[in-house]
């Protein structure tokens, strides 16, 4: 198990960008696939993003072209570059991790850590 504290989350205006960070514990970071989830008010969580030990990344279809996920595992860290956003971005954003190998990253239930979240507003 890793544990997870993201942060770069706050209020920005529709069109702006953001750059959240998930930091993770422990010295097996480059062995976890990585992923990114949002929750939105009253909304089911959803996936986001994610990006294999390997480097390979997934994107949901409604942040494909304007999110772009990246992992620095010297850093123990993975981020999530936002850019374009549109006040339908707005939610809590997770960092989740899976040690499981050759799993679909964009299911909830292959992630056995979290984070805490981070609020991300995006005014009109």
């Known amino acids: 198990q890793v544990q997870l504290v993201e942060s770069g989350g706050r209020l920005v205006q529709s069109g702006g960008s953001l750059r959240l960070s998930c930091a993770a514990s422990g010295r097996t970071f480059s062995n976890y696939n990585m992923g990114w989830f949002r929750q939105a008010p009253r909304k089911e969580r959803e996936f986001v993003a994610a990006?294999?030990?390997?480097?390979?990344?997934y994107y949901a279809d409604s942040v494909k072209g304007r999110f772009t996920i990246s992992r620095d595992n010297a850093k123990n860290t993975v981020y999530l570059q936002m850019n374009s956003l549109k006040p339908e971005d707005t939610a809590v954003y997770y960092c989740a991790a899976s040690i499981l190998r050759g799993t679909v990253l964009t299911g909830e239930t292959s992630y056995s850590s979290w984070g805490q979240g981070t609020q991300v507003t995006v005014s009109t």
């Open positions: 990006i294999r030990w390997s480097g390979y990344t």
